[in-house]
């Protein structure tokens, strides 16, 4: 049974339909592509994946259960992490603490354990620690753990957003176009980090992008969306050869 | 019957005088992205301004009125370029502690020079009431929300199709932005606070006229309540100033009526509350939805 | 490391600061000086109050000082005022007289509202000093040996007007307005009802208000409404000359009852006619012809441009009473001024005044009708 | 991984240290306070400030938690503290439980009930942000004062054994008074070492998460809402505490004392302390409540002097002179 299954997703704003009669399913493991020319409803979809909107029709279910109504909060405890457009970090807090906010959900501790500061809080604090740094080591930021989330670089932060939802052991992974204004060679590395990062973490991404020939090189499979509509899905190399495709996107 | 028609009444008397005051609150919140505290002791400084030119320099009421206009109208700029300018870059909140600071300057400097003891003025409105039935209208109420009705479509109409409406509304939007595309943020932010302050102005006349008594702290409460009123219509929306403001003053004098004068503080905070809860950005806010 | 080396340097800060408030004290008492100590709001919404005391109290010190001061047994004292700003609020209050026993005092003329008077009762108490209050008039204020009163208390003045509107004036039905907020109002208020209701008359309306409202309209419909036979307001003038004016706009023309907060009304009203006929209870009238009364009335507009109000008056018998304590004690030594006070009686602008052992001053209501805008004695 | 250990066990022997050398710090500062107290080298219009300097770092530290830490602006803290102090006296004013538990009892009460009341107001805050917040928060200051001074309390018993009742305006009167230097001494530093370590523990990042971006908090499985409660309610707490401990300090108490402009002064420590720090927030709670006193001499130019000060000392802390100064000295 496929890991999201999306039925008929539709939702408009006011008058404008922004998504309509989307359907589309992503297996366990698989590296999924979702591209469309700007304003094709991309980030759209991934709002009502992550209950940011609410869908005026369709329904989302991950491993069958239906996720539209539930809270963004309790979506990511069900699994699904995601990356945004315009990075959102904890600017004024370390590298180091933007993960293990992350990791919270992990080692609960009470109120009356920091408030007492019980050897319970070290231990757990520590292996936050650990763990965080662990994460931070994957995209080689390990180094810049202690300095603010804020003084790091533009192509570093992009890493860290991802590091930061990789941390809440997502299920499935939505990474918003993470190669956004990073340089060719800079993002050639990151797509190896992400098909890395799947095959070390055994882990589901769906990966919007709107570079053609970069996810066609990298997804199993792609969904092609305009004007918030299907206009193909399957195999890169089937949906390259699609004519809608090539008129719509490469405007012959 | 006609108790409820006479509070309703009543409650467009003070609501119309919340509703001018709300407008400068929104408008210089809605530009410069600023709550000014100070904004309710210009009411003030508009207030002794006209007492002086009247009483003490005996001058004539017109030429009085105007010269308290442009006098608070500087003065609004000049408070704007000592205190407010230095924090352009500053946090929010720290704008907010300086704008108390000023108030509380305005409200102490007018202590010393005009006294504490309340001083007594004639209202230079003279405008007879106008009778429905047995229900009368006192003049100065009527002359108020004609006024604030003016004072809200020049200002919605200045802001939208003159040149320099169109730069506080690129300023409102992103300082930054606005900077690049050669518009001078300083100038229009300046210019925000003049007519904030003209507006201001206005209203301590008009406050003035309907109550006829002058305090150093008199700005204090009215500053406050039409704070609540520009949220309760929307913060930022100009129409919504003067619905919220209106909104206000009858809110309260039917809570004061037929609910309980000693509470009545108390219902009309919670009445804002409620509305908050079903509209967050209050009555005639735009629904903001921040882009993800 | 660093860390905690940085707290050690931020305590280190507060530590110096606190030896810094070691500095800014202990000044020398002067020889042959008697100083009378007090605060009251001088900034802020009731600053009108603390200011007046304050003035009235200087007018009679210069009197007193230039008449070749105070002869106490074999010694001659010159009398200072050493007033503070107290904000009207309870902990600036005590710091406030804190200041004042550091700098030295020989008597309290304090203070001016009643919650920073009740903020300090305990404290002159335990010093033992005497504190004469010039306007406090919340009842628990003189509960001390130590503590006495010049003006009415609240209850005292809801009492006589409630049996001057019965008696005298034979309203039965009343609407009152009060201030939910001020204790002074509060308290006349509730006496009044307590004493109106047992002279047999109803009290068909009760609508209050909160500090710095301006408006009033709301309440007075609801009054007219139930058209009672007078409306009973105890609160300050400036709440009194707007609800009377715009009683008078809203065409109402029932009679007005009001406190002793009202002196000074007259000033506030632009059309005097809408005061006809109110009266109110007043110790202080200063369009009185008495002598004296008239001189307070020249020197104080000389010096500070305004006509003193019923707390200036209180300011300057207060001084005068101290004076008449000092006399009779022969001794400026606290427990026998404070034995003196019960022994003494002067002729004052707020009227005779002798102290009872509760430290109640025993002199009489002067009720005071406005008429084509004029104060009148009844 | 190597370096990573060692790293691990600096850690804990360095917080053991630390903890001693606050220890030591806490203890040494109170022994120099009770010196100064007991020995009147403090003179009485400072020792009369101790109590109120330790109710407003209280209040300044707690209103931080939620301003500074949450990144949410709250105008109305002083309810908080009325609602302490009303039922923190009221308690003690009507039961005849030995003085130091009584005193206890009425301040766990106090706080309590203030933390209920940051529950209530948890409730609107979680739909709204930035000055509608503030108005809300104003708003709900202003109803408890407009309560309290309608409804009637009960302050014990008069000589013949009938309960008094006294209305809310006149405020409460013989309320016992056991506030004094040491039980404001062991408040306030407790209430600093618990809200120091909430802000260091996994709350602290949550709240500034919260601060810095709370949609991306929520994106990664934080309860924005539960957390922003649950920052309110400990706040409300403190400042219930304060306000209990402030109340036994005078023998009355009044509800205009917590009106807007004592929430818009803790606000202003907050603001001037800096934002997001405890020892910011302490140091100006203890500077803007002794400055006015300082300023006494000035007669009636205190009040004009003090906003000239605030105004200078907002733009002074964000004038570039001020980076500068911090640069040469770093």
Known sequence: MALLEVKNLGVSFGGLRAVDEVDFHIEEGQLYGLIGPNGAGKTTIFNLLTGVYQPTEGTISINGENIIGKKTSDINLVGLGRTFQNIRLFHNMTVLDNIKTALDNQYKYSLLTSILKTPKYFAIEEEMDREAIKYLEVFGLADQADILASNLSYGPQRKLEIARALATKPKLLLLDEPAAGMNPNETVELMNTIKLVRDRFKITILLIEHDMKLVSGICEEIFVLNFGRELAKGIPSEVLKNQAVITAYLGE | MTNVIEQLINGLRTGSIYALIALGYTMVYGIAKMINFAHGDIIMVGAYLLYVFIDIFKLPIILSVVLTIVMCSLIGVFIEKVAYKPLRKAAPLSVLITAIGVSFFLQNASLLIFSANPIKFESIIKVNAVHIGNVSIAGITIVTFIVTSIAMVLLTSFIKYTKTGYAMRAVSEDKGAAQLMGINVNRTISITFAIGSLLAAIAGILFLSQYQSLKPTMGALPGIKAFVAAVLGGIGSIPGAMLGGLALGVIESISKAYISSQLSDAIVFSVLILVLLVKPTGLLGKNFIEKV | MKKSFKKVISLGLVLSLMLLMLAGCGKKVEEGVFVIGGSGPLTGGAASYGISVKQGAEIAIEEINEAGGVKVGKEIYQLKLKFEDDEAEKDKAVTAYNSLMDSGVNAIMGNVTSGSTAAIIDLTKEDGILQLTPSGSAQELTKHDNAFRLCFTDPFQGVEMANYAVNESKYMTAGIIYDNSDDYSTGVMESFVNQFEANGGTVVAKESFVGDDVDFTTQLTSIKDKSPDVIFVPSYYQEAAYITTQAAELGMNIPFLGSDGWDGVLAQIVDAADLEGAIFLSPFLASDTAEETVSFVKKYNDKYKAIPDQFAADGYDSVYVIKAAMEKAGTIKNADLIKAMTEISIKGLTGDISFSANGEPNKGAKFIVIENGEYKVK | ?330
């Not at chain 4, 790293?7 to 010196?35: P, W």
């Not at chain 4, 009584?102 to 706080?111: C, D, M, N, P, S």
């Not at chain 4, 302050?155 to 506030?179: A, F, N, Q």
């Not at chain 4, 400042?239 to 009044?254: D, E, L, Q, S, T």
């Open chain 4, 1 to 330: 991984m190597k370096k990573e250990n060692t790293n691990k066990n600096i850690s804990k022997k360095v917080t053991n240290k630390k903890n001693i050398v606050s220890l030591v710090l806490i203890i040494a500062v109170y022994i120099l306070l009770a010196v100064l107290v007991e020995n009147k080298i403090l003179n009485r219009q400072f020792r009369s400030m101790i109590v109120p300097i330790g109710a407003n770092i209280m209040l300044a530290v707690s209103l931080n938690l939620v301003t500074g830490f949450l990144g949410e602006l709250s105008l109305g803290h002083a309810g908080f503290m009325a609602i302490g102090a009303f039922t923190g006296a009221v308690f003690t004013l009507n039961s005849n439980l030995p003085g130091l538990l009584e005193f206890i009892l009425a301040i766990l009460i106090g706080g309590i009930v203030a933390g209920l009341f940051g529950f209530l107001i948890g409730v609107p805050v979680l739909r709204l942000k930035g000055d509608y917040l503030a108005i809300v928060t104003l708003g709900f200051g202003e109803i408890i004062r407009s309560i309290i001074n309608s409804i009637n309390f009960p302050s014990g018993l008069d000589p013949e054994g009938v309960r008094i009742m006294r209305k809310g305006t006149m405020g409460l009167t013989g309320i016992e008074i056991y506030s004094n230097y040491t039980w404001i001494y062991i408040a306030t530093v407790i209430t600093i070492i618990v809200i120091v370590n909430i802000v260091n523990s996994r709350f602290g990042r949550i709240m500034c998460s919260i601060r810095d971006n709370d949609i991306a908090s929520e994106s990664i499985g934080i309860n924005v809402s539960k957390y922003k409660v649950i920052t309110f309610v400990i706040a409300a707490f403190f400042a219930g505490v304060a306000g209990v401990i402030y109340a036994h300090n005078f023998a009355i108490m009044m509800p205009t004392e917590f009106d807007y402009n004592r929430s818009i002064n803790i606000l202003v420590f907050v603001v001037l302390g800096g934002m997001g720090s405890i020892r910011g927030s302490i140091i100006a709670a203890i500077l803007l409540t002794v400055l006015p006193e300082f300023l006494r001499e000035t007669s009636q130019y205190r009040m004009l002097i003090y906003s000239i000060l605030l105004i200078g000392m907002m733009i002074f802390n964000n004038s570039d002179l001020k980076h500068k100064l911090i640069k040469k000295k770093a």
